[in-house]
């Protein structure tokens, strides 16, 4: 593990459900810091009436796990997506048929560039929060179709932001990436650090978006969170991420590509504390509607930065079989280090990760390990 100072990491425990409500506020107050308070007043108020939730990217890997959890919380859910062709549909499709066993999901087969369908969207669905995760993924190959990313990343976005001022829609989550802080900016990374110099189209495209966003919520007093996530994994991962590659080459023998020395750091964090992230996020939202327009950004990732050799080892551990290297120039667009700073959202969110790497390995090689071999990398 790359060491590092945790020290402003949220620490506090959130507690499960807002039972707070029906005792004495002085005494609880004594018993629970000011963070989980808030933390379980914000659960309280996105467990309250069933809302209308768009989700953007919802057949994806983090977005179907997002539409999933606000389904068991009992909110009313449709998914927008494309099925675009970066990997296969069928995997998607699977996604989808997982989470209808937590409920019914409206399916709207669109793509975010199309404004014609977002109204239709809007007109018909009538959302009352959106979670905007959908975008055209990877580092590696914006680089090869950047004008692409730009139309998805950043005009996708910008016909959302659109949508919602249209609609009166007051509460909005962006998915953006780690990649915004490219290379030079101090770890572990801050959100208020304004040394932003990103390295691949994707990462450009992001934090374009991100100030869309705030100009959004500027001019029209829309609450918006914008999440950086960091280096996600877990089950449904997509097929080209590190984790689901390096597993599925261990597991059949063959060699797996080591890009540089192997000291590259990655701040791998497990779906399930990014699905917190994002509710904690869309419950800041909600909350915000009191008091007007506000725009924050936050970091929501694991904050123990982990080197690609130990990731090697890690995955060897958790499979059980020894992996063979191969050595290969580093490639461009990757950055050298990923590592979040997550004591606003700490503060802010009440978020704290709970899935450490091996536990969240074993749990990512046990569900590799169920799939038909079609739907495996």
């Known amino acids: 593990m790359i060491p590092l100072d945790n020290t402003d990491a949220a620490s506090e425990n959130t507690m499960d459900q807002p039972v707070f409500c029906k005792l004495d506020l002085a005494f609880i107050r004594l018993l629970f810091p000011l963070q989980t308070l808030q933390r379980a007043a914000r659960l309280a108020l996105l467990q309250s009436p069933a809302m209308h939730v768009l989700v953007t990217g919802g057949a994806g890997f983090i977005g179907s796990h997002v539409a999933e959890s606000l389904l068991q919380l009992g909110h009313k859910i449709a998914i927008l997506d494309n099925f675009d062709d970066f990997y296969p549909q069928s995997w998607k499709r699977r996604n989808l048929e997982e989470i209808s066993h937590s409920g019914n999901i409206t399916l709207f087969e669109s793509d975010i560039c199309d404004t014609n369908a977002l109204s239709r969207v809007f007109s018909s669905f009538e959302p009352e929060l959106v979670v905007h995760l959908a975008a055209r993924a990877g580092v590696r190959p914006s680089i090869e179709q950047p004008v692409l990313y730009e139309r998805v990343n950043v005009g996708g976005t910008l016909n959302l932001l ?56 500027h001019l029209y007093d829309i609450n918006i969170a914008c999440l950086r996530f960091f280096t996600v994994y877990g089950p449904r991962q997509r097929p080209d991420l590190a984790i689901h590659k390096f597993t599925a080459l261990i597991e059949n023998g063959a060699e797996i590509p080591i890009f540089g020395d192997g000291s590259s750091g990655r701040d791998y964090t497990y779906v399930d504390d990014i699905v917190a992230g994002v509710c904690s996020a869309a419950e800041w939202c909600l909350e915000q509607q009191r008091t007007g327009g506000r725009h924050e950004i936050f970091n929501i990732g694991n904050s123990s930065p982990v080197r690609l050799r130990e990731l090697v080892a890690a995955i060897e551990k958790a499979t059980g079989k020894s992996a063979r290297g191969k050595n290969l120039p580093v490639q461009p667009g990757d950055v050298t280090l990923t590592w979040a700073d997550i004591g606003k959202a700490g503060r802010v969110l009440g978020y704290q990760p709970n899935i450490k790497l091996d536990e969240g390995l074993s749990r990512f090689v046990e569900w590799y390990r169920r799939q038909p071999v079609t739907l495996r990398a």
């Open 162 to 217: 659109e949508a919602a001022r249209q609609y009166g829609l007051k509460s909005f989550v962006f998915g953006s990436s780690s990649s915004v802080y490219g290379e030079g900016s101090p770890a572990p990374f801050r959100e208020d650090s304004y040394c932003l110099r990103p390295i691949s189209p994707y990462a450009a495209t992001k934090l374009a978006a991100e100030s869309l966003c705030y100009t959004y919520s």
